[in-house]
């Protein structure tokens, strides 16, 4: 709830019924005091959703259809019936004695609301306790006064009774995607192509080995393990182009540039060449077989 007083001739939001909220909101959910800070933001944007239409109207209201709370036209307007004749939001003018309606009390690790009586609620102003009736002529007035579409760009115009229709359809609205894991806000004109052909984490198959995942992961991770992606054979040389699932068996059966040892390794050479190049080594190779041309036996050229 929020805590009214009365100060210079009209009326504040206290501090301590912020921290009061955001202290049951820690006991609640069990916050570090670290996270107090964060806790009491939360509070504070609560707060602020409650009240008035925050819209830009086109129309002039009445200042006297202004909430003495929040100082926006009121929502639901609430007049007292004493003297002062002040006129509330309903959210604003319950939020006033929000604190004095219920008692929390703790049980079995959960807090309960226990709801008490409360004579006639007293003027937030004068203190009178006189009640209050809720004004319905006010309330059509107000709805009744043209306001802006509140999405950014929109060139709608019309009634605030109807703005809620219009915001279900209104293709400026900022929406999340739909699309797991993305956090971004598009309007909801651009909502579809976002989804299908802008948004990194979209539903994609891979072109060449049909696997599916999101366009970021087959675009990027994915492509370095693709086992039908086609890269170029590893050895220094060879220009072919194979699927990475087949490059050993390329290396080892079709690439001329494959290093091999020397064929005659057993006796000791320790020569290493391509493939293609492996002939013009053995034919000079100083441990190939050769036989003596005067006796006819056979050993390594350099012995013989």
Known sequence: GICIIAHSGHLQLTRGHVQRKMARSSRIIGLCSDDHAAAEKQAIRAIRAIGGYDYKFVDVVNRDDFCV????????PQQTKCECAKLYCKSCYDQCYDDQHYDEQYYDGH????????????????GQTRGIFSDK????????????????NCPWINQLNIVDDHLTTCGYVVIPCANDGCKALITRDNAFNHKTNECLLRQHTCEHCRAKGTYLEMTGAHINICPDYMIPCPNRGCAVKIKRKNVNSHRSAACEWEIINCPYSNSGCVNKSPKCKMPDHTNQCLLRQHTCEHCSAKGTYLEM
């Open 69 to 76: 709370v929040c100082q926006l036209p009121a929502r639901d």
């Open 111 to 126: 807090y309960y609301r226990e709801y008490i009586e409360v004579p006639a609620a007293k003027c937030p102003t004068c």
């Open 137 to 152: 002529r006010t309330a059509k007035r107000i709805k009744e006064c043209k306001i802006k579409c509140p999405s950014t």
